[in-house]
């Protein structure tokens, strides 16, 4: 049920002044409904490992690329290790999710990766396909298959046309290879333990269709088709932030699609959002509250409360870092929010993993 107080038309009246004023409408919605966002549990560790990638693509929240310098070097991998290992009894952390840019593209992934595997942790890949033909990364298949790799793969649509417009020419083909060479590798094989699963963004400025419906279509079409086979479809509202906000304001219709997202917005997605149970680490050891919130620069904590209007570069540097924190410092917090939080709640809901419901 919508809480009492909610009016669409006034949301989309207001949106503009709100961003302007620096008010946070998300969490004015919550209150509306009475409710809370707080980190109730740790279980997932999700790592950025650089803006470095081989790709630009439009939709891109991070603004990752070739020429990003931004990378978490071993050092700082390390000291995440450390404070891994000195809170193993006290962290329910199953799941490490490594995110980029292009996270093979770290030259510690293979030693990171094994790091990871040694602690008996579920690790995650998210992959943008077009990096397993890279000579360069030759191994990088039979590898994360030895490892048993979860692999998360962008595919934004099953047509050739909206993945190139969106990813840039060239890259549907190329990213129909690199699935075919993860099947034969086992990957999203029925009965096998290698998962494949694959991610839908919206080309353009709608939101996602229903996850389920879109799945049974990828499933057909990429079978009939070229024979591939995969796990599951997550379906991914972009964010209205960074990249994706440029193209936006570029067409004139950042404050229309706010006002959808704001109208869109689904108070029963709130209790199953992602930040809830993940923390996002930056390439030099930051806390954020997600992944979203590191690319506007909204830190978990620093010695002042960092935001969109910071230098990034700076603001990864100066924040506290993970392993100063203890492990009840990150649990029973409220979360930072924002306008962009909506792109979590509307319709069906968005996360790392696809719709809430």
């Given at each position: 049920?919508?809480?009492?107080h909610?009016?669409?038309?006034?949301?989309?009246?207001?949106?503009h002044?709100?961003?302007?004023?620096?008010?946070?409408?998300?969490?004015?919605?919550?209150?509306?409904d009475?409710?809370?966002?707080?980190?109730?549990?740790?279980?997932?560790?999700?790592l950025?490992l650089?803006?470095?990638?081989?790709?630009?693509?439009?939709h891109c929240?991070?603004?990752a690329?070739?020429k990003?310098?931004?990378?978490?070097?071993w050092?700082v991998?390390?000291?995440?290790?450390?404070?891994?290992?000195r809170?193993c009894d006290?962290?329910?952390?199953?799941?490490?999710?490594?995110?980029?840019?292009?996270?093979?593209?770290?030259p510690?992934?293979?030693r990171?990766?094994?790091?990871?595997?040694h602690?008996?942790?579920?690790?995650?890949d998210?992959?943008n396909?077009?990096?397993l033909?890279?000579?360069?990364h030759?191994?990088?298949?039979?590898?994360?298959?030895?490892?048993?790799?979860?692999?998360?793969?962008s595919?934004p649509?099953y047509?050739?046309?909206?993945?190139?417009?969106q990813?840039?020419n060239?890259?549907?083909?190329?990213?129909?290879e690199?699935?075919?060479i993860?099947n034969?590798?086992?990957y999203?094989?029925p009965?096998?333990?290698?998962?494949?699963?694959?991610v839908?963004?919206?080309?353009?400025?709608?939101?996602p269709?229903?996850?389920?419906?879109?799945?049974?279509?990828?499933?057909?079409e990429l079978?009939?088709?070229?024979?591939?086979?995969f796990?599951?479809?997550?379906?991914i509202?972009?964010?209205?932030i960074k990249r994706?906000?440029?193209a936006?304001?570029?067409?004139d219709?950042?404050?229309?699609?706010?006002s959808?997202?704001?109208?869109?917005h689904n108070?029963?997605t709130?209790?199953a959002v992602m930040?809830?149970?993940?923390?996002?680490?930056?390439w030099e050891?930051?806390?954020?509250?997600?992944?979203?919130n590191?690319?506007?620069?909204?830190?978990?904590e620093a010695?002042r409360?960092f935001?969109p209007g910071d230098d990034?570069?700076?603001v990864e540097r100066?924040?506290?870092?993970l392993?100063t924190?203890?492990?009840?410092?990150?649990?029973?917090r409220?979360?930072?929010?924002?306008?962009?939080c909506?792109?979590?709640?509307?319709?069906?809901g968005?996360s790392?993993?696809?719709?809430?419901?």
């Amino acid at each position: 049920m919508l809480g009492p107080h909610y009016n669409p038309n006034r949301m989309s009246r207001t949106i503009h002044l709100e961003l302007q004023t620096g008010e946070d409408p998300f969490a004015r919605r919550l209150a509306d409904d009475g409710q809370t966002l707080m980190r109730d549990a740790l279980t997932t560790l999700q790592l950025n490992l650089g803006k470095l990638c081989n790709l630009a693509c439009h939709h891109c929240h991070v603004e990752a690329g070739p020429k990003r310098p931004e990378i978490m070097d071993w050092a700082v991998f390390a000291r995440i290790l450390d404070w891994l290992d000195r809170h193993c009894d006290a962290l329910p952390i199953e799941v490490v999710d490594l995110t980029g840019g292009a996270p093979e593209m770290n030259p510690e992934f293979r030693r990171m990766v094994r790091a990871l595997k040694h602690r008996g942790l579920h690790v995650l890949d998210r992959c943008n396909l077009t990096i397993l033909l890279d000579s360069a990364h030759a191994d990088l298949v039979a590898f994360m298959a030895r490892h048993e790799i979860e692999i998360v793969a962008s595919l934004p649509c099953y047509l050739e046309d909206n993945v190139d417009a969106q990813r840039g020419n060239g890259v549907y083909d190329e990213s129909i290879e690199a699935l075919r060479i993860l099947n034969d590798a086992g990957y999203g094989r029925p009965g096998s333990a290698l998962r494949l699963d694959l991610v839908y963004n919206p080309v353009g400025y709608g939101l996602p269709p229903d996850q389920q419906a879109l799945e049974d279509e990828y499933r057909r079409e990429l079978r009939q088709r070229f024979g591939i086979e995969f796990n599951r479809l997550w379906t991914i509202t972009n964010m209205p932030i960074k990249r994706f906000e440029h193209a936006l304001r570029r067409d004139d219709m950042y404050d229309a699609y706010m006002s959808r997202l704001h109208e869109a917005h689904n108070p029963h997605t709130v209790d199953a959002v992602m930040c809830r149970s993940l923390i996002s680490v930056g390439w030099e050891g930051s806390v954020y509250d997600c992944d979203f919130n590191q690319m506007l620069q909204m830190s978990v904590e620093a010695d002042r409360m960092f935001g969109p209007g910071d230098d990034e570069i700076q603001v990864e540097r100066e924040s506290r870092k993970l392993w100063t924190f203890a492990p009840d410092e990150l649990v029973n917090r409220p979360i930072r929010t924002g306008g962009h939080c909506f792109g979590c709640t509307a319709g069906a809901g968005s996360s790392c993993t696809g719709a809430l419901g």
